[in-house]
DNA sequence: CGGCAGTGGTTACAATTGAAACCAATCTTA
DNA sequence: TAAGATTGGTTTCAATTGTAACCACTGCCG
């Protein structure tokens, strides 16, 4: 209930009979819409420019980015590491496959699986990517002190738990 | 299942400042993707409450919050106050009218504009939602000092102004 | 006036996304 | 070892979203 009340008057208790009128939400202020802004506004920026040099799309370059660090790694472990679903992951395998980005074999102990790499020309485009990537990040963070960085962290670890609350819990009532 | 590092060819042994390999990106550390991690876990609780109590997209949900607070506006105000595209408004509105949530008149001074506004019923939706979504902000707030708050709000200021740029400016070259 | 560039807003269509159904292989247990 | 439950992954279909074309009106300039 601390949500900054820059309201002129905020006096709660001062409110007689008169229809109660919630306070209005300011949305320029309301932290999930400048979330979504910020991160829509970021992630447009990048996705241009994967896709402008690289003809990538985010959920790719996910999951090379992933496979890049981890290799061998199947579908269902990158679900695990990106937070992407399934389904996306199984739609950006298929496109990094048919541009030959990824490699994609059996997994002989448990046919289900399929193993997943990055393919000499993959490991190419993402040692190109990486620092591009890192260019984006250095140019975003750029504009913050050392301190500010190291809140951010924070602050978005503990944002992000909460949110997760949310879906595990289930919804505020 | 942390994969054995298989890079016979990439020179390890030549520790030297022989750095072939570029580091690897760390995506869990990535600003880009948590924000955008962060954004979507709470967009998603959200958009569930709003959709589960008062059948209201996140995109129709903003039209109201800023039509609660600015009456008498037009489309195009709205795609200035939201940062929503022409299209998202068009849709959110006919969807809002077709609910009786707003109402839309003819500007008389300009045929082309309408004057949209919360109907009736659309202001008692409206005040019955703004508690919630202060409920869900406060809850994430909650997870925050008032240091980090401040914080925050500083950082997202400055990342929103940097992401900016880049629309502006073209991206980093 | 008459033409034409610019605005407000909607429509049409393509691309993206998500949910659920689905197939195939494996694991369980009996 | 066969039946059912589970897991890995893909496909299908509907809903959402983005882009571009579009119509109606206004405003300007000749």
Redesign the interface.
């Known amino acids: 209930?601390?949500?900054?009340n820059t309201q002129s008057e905020t006096s709660d208790l001062a409110n007689p009979s008169e229809a109660v009128?919630?306070?209005?939400?300011?949305?320029e202020k309301?932290?999930?819409?400048?979330?979504?802004?910020?991160?829509?506004?970021?992630?447009?920026?990048?996705a241009?420019?994967y896709s402008?040099r690289f003809d990538l799309t985010i959920p790719a370059w996910?999951v090379m980015?992933?496979l890049?660090?981890?290799?061998?790694?199947s579908a269902a472990?990158l679900v695990e590491?990106?937070?992407m679903d399934k389904v996306a992951i199984s739609r950006a395998v298929s496109i990094l496959i048919k541009n030959d980005y990824i490699t994609r074999s059996e997994d002989l102990a448990d046919r289900r699986r399929q193993v997943l790499n990055l393919s000499e020309l993959g490991r190419d485009v993402y040692?190109r990517i990486?620092?591009l990537?890192?260019?984006?990040?250095n140019?975003?963070?750029?504009?913050?002190s050392t301190d500010?960085r190291r809140?951010?962290d924070?602050?978005?670890e503990?944002?992000?738990?909460?949110?997760?609350d949310?879906?595990n819990r289930g919804?505020?009532d």
Do not use: C
């Not at 209930?1 to 900054?4: I, L």
């Not at 919630?22 to 949305?27: A, M, T």
């Not at 990537?133 to 990040?137: D, H, L, P, T, V």
């Not at 140019?139 to 913050?144: A, E, F, N, P």
């Open positions: 209930m601390t949500t900054d009128r919630p306070d209005d939400l300011r949305l309301f932290l999930p819409y400048r979330l979504s802004v910020l991160s829509n506004r970021v992630s447009n920026a990048i241009d420019a402008a996910r980015a992933i890049g660090r981890f290799p061998n790694l472990d590491q990106t937070a040692e990486v620092p990537a890192q260019q984006y990040e140019d975003l963070m750029g504009s913050l500010e809140q951010l924070s602050i978005i503990k944002l992000m738990a909460r949110a997760q949310w879906a919804l505020i």
